[in-house]
């Protein structure tokens, strides 16, 4: 087996007298010794006194309650100049009406409903008002197209949509296919021209009519609470189910590892139709009663500068390919006041050494890495504010978490070679519950007592954490998570295409990009033009950021005697590494 070597970078030594603030873990060892997921739910979730729980309670209600109702929740920041705060109580009064308003559309606990809104308070509202009513909410980027909409809305059998004018048209296209959405809330704002329909009701009108008060649903803590698709190396995405217990992971990694404490403004700039934007964008600050910061705007150096310095934000939770892009651009970190920054933390995607140092040295703070995944339902494996950071490691398990390298059989791996980085699935308090109709997909997550990630990783002698790559072909472009199929789906779907392979391509800035080897159909060329065009219907009918940007056209794809195209060799060819075992390859 391969033995990894830890990258040879400075360790980054904490200096406790150097805090701003004390650490809310000033030892790990100790903490990760004492911890207990029943101390910690008992410390940090509040049930009804029927035993039952609901994770909007934890989030919204209980903060007013305790007499924090006039705090701020929300600072937004439009992408048109819009400025607006929400308190704790006026989240309450609008998620209880966005509650009743459901209620009023027939939507009942354990029903599907989907967000497919931009980033804007609506989405809040819409979110928690799902969950005050227990039914389970499935969240979408906006950047979705018509496949991916009815993959996700076909599979889940959603009941009820919330979108807008802008993005109606797509669902529009594909509701014929769609026969149990039975009705689509539209939101008014930023749009004069509303779609009108028998099925369509407006936002505002359901809002208006809707009390301020609900009774909020009573549920276990195994009841369902959001789901997400995501995207494997076969087939369709899968819906990740979370139930509303996982808020306890949540809220126990915002506070321990993310650091918040009462008085921070958090920013997590993940948007909502991915997990970290759900978990670490709602759920975990929330649960804590803190004040978070949204922005609708396109990442920008200058804006998100901008919006650091006037807001103020003082714990910050973003992506490598974010970090690259602001160490690579031109604007001046010194131009904008960023003091009241104390601690940085990144997730997604694996965050090099450089961006570490770079960050040390320009913000005089590192950033931390996280790391998890949508199945995980929080952070697992992590960088604290207390420990030395070896840059390009992604830390140490999380306190409760227990984590190891295993080989095949589920051995552990003790000598810092690579492996498959498993969990104790018991020891993640916030795993998903299931995989939406599909319990084979979700059994075959465990073997021999762990779940298994899909990651290669191996552990140092220290007990840090480093990761390798993917153990499968799911490709991570921009910390996103792309399976190669759906795009491989979409290309075939051009008239001039009968077959295509599709890989990630490691790239310094994005992480990797998607590149697609395509083969025509005889006597079709192929021109710039085409790939030009290619790349535009991926775009259009997938989403926006799952097109490839590489196309090569070839004459034939490696494939198994049994028809499976060969990703690890097309990627081996590309990257000019040895091909490996070939001997499932037909004639190539
Ligand atoms: O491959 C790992 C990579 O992202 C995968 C999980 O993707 P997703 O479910 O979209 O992420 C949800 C939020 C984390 C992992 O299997 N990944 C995530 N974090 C890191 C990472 N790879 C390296 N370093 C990380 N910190």
């Not at 600072?75 to 704790?88: C, L, S």
């Not at 295993?406 to 498993?422: C, S, W």
């Amino acid at each position: 087996m391969k033995q990894a070597t830890p990258m040879n970078t400075d360790i980054i030594k904490k200096d406790p007298t150097k805090f701003t603030k004390t650490p809310n873990i000033s030892d790990y060892t100790s903490s990760y010794k004492d911890f207990t997921w029943e101390k910690a739910e008992k410390e940090f979730v509040t049930f009804f006194e029927d035993g039952t729980v609901n994770a909007a309670y934890n989030m919204i209600d209980r903060h007013v309650e305790n007499g924090k109702g006039d705090k701020t929740a929300l600072i937004y920041k439009g992408a048109n100049g819009e400025n607006e705060t929400y308190t704790f109580q006026q989240l309450q009064k609008l998620s209880n009406q966005f509650a009743n308003a459901l209620t009023s559309l027939d939507v009942e606990k354990g029903d599907r409903f989907f967000i497919f809104l931009p980033a804007i308070p609506e989405r809040y509202v819409a979110f928690l008002g799902g969950l005050k009513l227990g039914s389970i909410v499935g969240t979408m980027f906006a950047a979705f197209q018509e496949a991916a909409l009815i993959d996700r809305l076909s599979d889940s059998k959603a009941k009820i949509l919330i979108t807008n004018a802008v993005l109606f048209p797509r669902i529009e296209k594909i509701w014929k296919d769609l026969p149990h959405l039975e009705k689509v809330i539209i939101v008014e704002r930023g749009s004069q021209d509303q779609p009108k329909g028998d099925t369509i009701v407006y936002y505002k009108d359901l809002m208006d009519k809707a009390s301020e008060d609900f009774a909020i649903a009573h549920l276990s803590k195994d009841d369902f609470s959001y789901m997400l698709y995501t995207s494997g190396t076969t087939g369709k995405p899968k819906g990740v189910v979370h139930a509303h217990g996982d808020i306890l992971q949540a809220i126990v990694t915002t506070k321990y590892v993310l650091d918040v404490q009462d008085d921070d403004i958090y920013w997590c700039t993940a948007d909502l139709g991915w997990v970290t934007g759900v978990v670490y964008g709602a759920l975990g600050p929330w649960g804590l009663g803190v004040t978070q910061v949204m922005s609708e705007a396109r990442f920008s150096p200058e804006g998100w500068y901008q919006l650091l310095q006037d807001t103020k934000v003082t714990v910050w939770y973003t992506a490598p390919t974010a970090i690259r892009m602001l160490m690579g651009s031109s604007v001046k970190v010194k131009d904008y006041d960023l003091s009241s920054l104390r601690h940085l933390c990144s997730v997604g995607e694996p965050l090099n050494p450089e961006a570490v140092m770079w960050s040390y040295e320009v913000y005089g703070l590192p950033f931390h890495d996280t790391w998890w995944q949508t199945e995980l339902g929080g952070i697992s494996i992590t960088n604290f504010p207390i420990m030395d950071i070896k840059p390009g490691s992604m830390g140490k398990p999380l306190p409760g978490v227990v984590a190891a390298i295993v080989d095949d059989e589920g051995k552990e791996i003790l000598d810092e070679a690579e492996g498959n980085l498993a969990l104790r699935p018991e020891t993640v308090s916030s795993i998903m519950k299931q995989i939406w109709n599909n319990e084979e997909k979700y059994n075959s997550y465990f073997s021999h007592g762990w779940y298994l990630s899909g990651d290669r990783a191996f552990k140092d002698k220290d007990g840090y954490f480093w990761f390798v790559g993917r153990a499968d072909d799911v490709i991570k472009t921009m910390g996103e998570r792309v399976g190669p199929f759906e795009v491989e789906s979409s290309l075939v779907e051009c008239e001039e295409v009968i077959e295509a392979g599709v890989i990630g391509k490691p790239d310094e800035l994005r992480g990797e990009i998607i590149k697609a080897f395509v083969v025509l159909k005889p006597g079709i060329e192929g021109t710039d033009e085409l790939k030009e065009k290619l790349k535009a219907y991926v775009k259009q009918h997938l989403a926006g950021h799952a097109y490839p940007r590489e196309i090569e056209f070839i004459d034939k794809l490696p494939k198994t005697r049994s028809g499976k195209i060969m990703r690890r060799l097309l990627k081996a060819k590309e990257l000019g590494l040895p091909l490996g075992d070939t001997s499932t390859l037909e004639d190539y």
